[in-house]
């Protein structure tokens, strides 16, 4: 079978620092070659949440190049990923994936859970799976607003400082970082005007036609930032 890999992190510092990314491609490709398979490309996506739909990620990109590449060879193709969260963490977005690679014959393999689609069991196993991710993403999600409203009572910040604010010294008040304040304005403003169908990839190309880089990092935009920022301008929206 032909594969093309799939690799993730969710966080920013992970992609600069750790060691994640090297030890994913390093099992794709002991695990394909431990099955006589070829692993012909593999794509990446650095400091990007589960929760972001595939279809915002490279991930898409990687199913692409799989229905691509089933165009122009013979025999079977599919799609590669160390463990089912590396895809998805999301039911509804685990099973698109699914339905839509399996109506160009794609089939979705990963190593740890030892799922291939190809077959009836893998198929079954794969929505199992699916719910069991989201439960315990959900699970830790709670936990962890509970611990976060627990330390916000008692008068003390945690996490990382949301995009748009700035810590102009230890312990001091956050207050708003202009330079940010304007990039979230601005893509409010583009999602409003794209609509419905306005995603991440869109929202990266028009942020770089006005902010070469990102303010915060100095650096070129990434489009796991650039989703990551959509999906939090879209929840505030929402809850206004």
Request: glycine share 8%; proline share 3%.
């Amino acid at each position: 079978m032909n594969l093309i890999g799939y690799c993730r992190v969710s966080t920013q510092e992970q992609a600069d620092h750790g060691v994640s990314i090297d030890d994913q491609n390093r099992r794709l490709h002991a695990y394909t070659a431990s099955r006589g398979d070829r692993i012909v490309e593999v794509y990446v996506d650095r400091g990007v949440s589960g929760s972001v739909p595939w279809r915002e990620r490279e991930l898409r990109e990687a199913y692409r190049a799989a229905v691509d590449f089933r165009g122009s060879q013979a025999g079977s193709v599919g799609l590669v990923a160390v463990s089912l969260d590396r895809l998805s963490r999301s039911i509804r977005d685990t099973l698109d994936l699914f339905d839509t690679a399996q109506k160009n014959a794609v089939d979705v393999l990963t190593i740890k859970e030892s799922m291939d689609t190809s077959s009836p069991t893998g198929r079954f196993t794969l929505s199992i799976l699916a719910a069991m991710n989201q439960f315990t993403r959900e699970s830790i999600a709670e936990k962890t607003r509970d611990a976060l409203e627990h330390l916000r009572k008692t008068g003390k910040r945690c996490g990382m400082i949301p995009y748009g604010m700035q810590q102009t010294s230890r312990g001091a008040p956050l207050s708003d970082n202009h330079a940010e304040q304007c990039v979230l304005h601005n893509l409010a403003g583009f999602l409003e005007d794209g609509g419905p169908g306005y995603g991440a990839r869109l929202a990266l190309k028009d942020l770089k036609g006005i902010y070469p880089v990102n303010p915060r990092t100095g650096r070129p935009w990434t489009l796991g930032t650039v989703a990551n920022l959509v999906i939090r301008v879209r929840k505030e929206k929402s809850t206004k």
